[in-house]
């Protein structure tokens, strides 16, 4: 495959783009505020002292609204599109997604017992109540990943192939799970259900999303330093462990981090789709199968990827507001035929 | 500088002279909740309504307003954008972290409860008009309304000692494509009771049930609520989609009725009344002539 990009151009791009896509994030939304008032709330946000005079709804809509919402779109794109790369070295196949492993079904499970069963667990203290969703979809989403990832398992070797099917068959039938929540649930909790399926970066707070940016700082970190291992893999992996890569602790690393990101995206943000499939192909396509490029470029395209798809979401319909799901499917589906026809051609 | 500084003073001294009583009520409203901005409505606020959810579709003249999208998926700066000085709702607005925003904000969050019950219509109507300004005619309103339900029932209790209270079956369906059923605990149950019908389903909820087992059950009369026809397309689209109904007692004596869908959320609404009538007139044809 030839490389249409040289990784420095890349990088300084992506960046660029990167650093647009949180300015228009922060600057755009259904309130207009002057631009001159958005550049100075944000300085103080920074901490710049500077008179209040006539900022309080622009530093309230800046730091409580807008600021929170970037940052979650920031966390949620990253490390979706970080899991997507390392499912797909993981399964040596570029039509892997995270939900390959199960996170997302479990995830997903997990939300409609919160959902559906969170009138049985009416007695939890106040406190705990408003995270009971997110912490359900997190553990579910780590649980079957576990399963998954168990199953897999033979004579302490993964094998991937397995993993792959297991994967597969418990999404099924944690599906089926779902779709019994589903019947049971009344038509309130139905809604609820059903837009938490589409993902949104609607509400965010800080007190949600430290959680989430620790984890996906961390999965950020380590990931890429795990490129080569994973460039090694690409040749298959006996070839990989002669070339000296510890292939099993690799394997456990890359699920375990994928678990462990895409749980908390999907625990902060519900289901957002595609992008974890769609942000290492668009990379791979402008910058080659490099892991030392593709790791961190799919980050920043990811990320960047997510604001823009926020962007639309939020002002499309305003005041009203599209989930977030629908708008990456939207996008991301068309581009996916996209590369499948110009395979074929 | 100067400008804006007059221009503050300007405003500042027009609020103070609109006087006391007019500045401390909210003047501009978003309103989540189909029976609510009904009532809001009812009660003379439609000049004040700003923006409305997607189940306020009642007036029509709602309709033209900025739309906030669904009561349980609502996007705080959207709101805010409308720049209102109250958001009501039924409890079912949401999600949370976005109504603690608005709060934040300095928006009035006023929440209602959508149950379907007298007492409670009429907390929300005294709330509602205080907050309107206009008690008095909430008060007249809510007299009205518990008139009329009373007259309702007086009525069902006449004609059901004439004729025993008809097996009725609500589907709520799109296009005729696959009803839900109307079971206990729902909005729909406790209009056809209101009316006189006899619920037939006995689950909780609302849920799909076999085009058979809804045969069996042997309907005398048939309620829909479709979402997306009205009348006769409805009617048709009904039968087309679930032949089977063709063999219910209903359909043979040509006892199909129809209700709006939209009296189904968000709790009693001003519209009420009429339907039970229209309704109960349907369950008891003898004595339809002597209806409410």
């Not at chain 1, 069963?117 to 939890?124: D, I, P, Q, R, T």
């Not at chain 2, 909210?26 to 989540?32: F, G, K």
């Not at chain 2, 409305?52 to 998926?73: F, M």
């Amino acid at each position: 495959m030839t490389t249409l990009v040289k990784p420095r151009t890349l990088f300084i791009g992506l960046s660029l783009l990167c650093v647009l896509a949180i300015w228009l994030s922060l600057a755009l939304g259904p309130v207009s505020l002057p631009l001159m008032d958005t550049l100075r709330a944000a300085l103080r946000l920074m901490g710049v002292p500077i008179e209040t005079q006539g900022l309080e709804q622009a530093e309230l809509i800046l730091g409580q609204i807008r600021l929170p919402r970037t940052l979650l779109g920031l966390a949620v794109g990253g490390v979706l599109a970080l899991s997507g790369v390392a499912m797909q070295g993981l399964f040596r196949n570029p039509l892997a997604d995270p939900g390959l492993v199960g996170v997302s079904s479990g995830a997903a499970l997990g939300a409609a017992i919160a959902i559906v069963g969170g009138s049985f667990f009416g007695g939890l203290p106040d406190a705990f109540g408003p995270y009971l969703l997110s912490l359900c979809a997190f553990l579910g989403g780590l649980g079957v990943t576990a399963l998954v990832y168990r199953l897999g398992r033979r004579n302490g070797q993964t094998n991937v192939a397995t993993m792959l099917l297991a994967g597969i068959a418990l999404t099924a039938l944690a599906s089926s799970a779902v779709g019994l929540f589903t019947y049971l649930a009344d038509d309130a909790t139905l809604r609820t259900l059903t837009f938490w399926n589409l993902g949104s970066l609607n509400g965010a707070s800080y007190s949600r999303l430290w959680p989430l940016l620790l984890v996906s700082a961390g999965v950020a970190l380590w990931l890429p330093r795990r490129a080569k291992a994973l460039n090694a893999l690409l040749l298959g992996e006996s070839e990989a462990s002669h070339l000296g890569i510890d292939v099993e602790g690799l394997k456990r690393e890359l699920v375990f981090c994928t678990a462990l990101g895409v749980g908390a995206a999907v625990a902060a943000a519900g289901m957002i789709g595609f992008v974890g499939l769609v942000v290492p192909h668009l990379v791979r396509l402008l910058a080659g199968p490099d892991h030392r490029v593709l790791l961190p470029a799919s980050v920043l395209a990811g990320a960047s990827l997510l604001l823009f798809a926020d962007l639309v979401a939020r002002l499309a319909l305003a005041p009203a507001e599209l989930p977030i799901g629908i708008v990456t499917a939207f996008i991301g589906a068309p581009f996916f035929l996209y590369l499948l026809l110009r395979g074929r051609a | 500088m100067r400008l804006s500084a007059s221009a503050i003073a300007l405003v500042v001294g027009l609020l103070v002279n609109a006087g006391a009583q007019a500045s401390e009520l909210p003047q501009r409203w978003v309103s989540a909740g189909g029976a609510l901005s009904e009532w809001v409505t009812a009660l003379g606020g439609e000049s004040k309504l700003v923006g409305v959810d997607t189940t306020s579709q009642h007036p029509e003249s709602l309709k033209a307003l900025p739309s906030i999208g669904y009561q349980r998926q609502l996007s705080a700066e959207g709101i805010l954008s409308l720049s209102p000085q109250i958001l009501v709702g039924t409890e079912e607005m949401g999600p949370p972290p976005v109504l603690a925003q608005i709060r934040n904000a300095g928006v009035k969050v006023e929440l209602f409860s959508a149950e379907p019950d007298l007492p409670v219509l009429q907390g929300n109507l005294q709330h509602l008009g205080k907050l309107l300004g206009s008690e008095a005619k909430a008060a007249e309103l809510f007299s009205d309304y518990q008139q009329q339900l009373d007259q309702q029932k007086n009525w069902v209790t006449k004609a059901q000692s004439a004729q025993k209270a008809p097996g009725v079956l609500l589907l709520l369906g799109h296009a005729g494509g696959k009803p839900l059923i109307a079971g206990k605990d729902t909005a729909a149950d406790w209009m056809l009771q209101q009316a006189g019908g006899h619920n037939l389903a006995t689950h909780k909820g609302y849920k799909p049930f076999s085009v058979e087992s809804l045969a069996g059950l042997n309907p005398e009369v048939l309620v829909f609520a479709d979402r997306a026809l009205t009348g006769d397309a409805a009617r048709a689209a009904l039968f087309k989609e679930n032949p089977i109904l063709a063999s219910t007692p209903a359909a043979k004596n040509g006892r199909v009725y129809e209700l709006d869908p939209t009296l189904l959320v968000g709790g009693l609404g001003p519209r009420l009344p009429q339907s039970l009538v229209k309704l109960s007139a349907g369950f008891y044809p003898s004595q339809a002539k002597t209806a409410p």
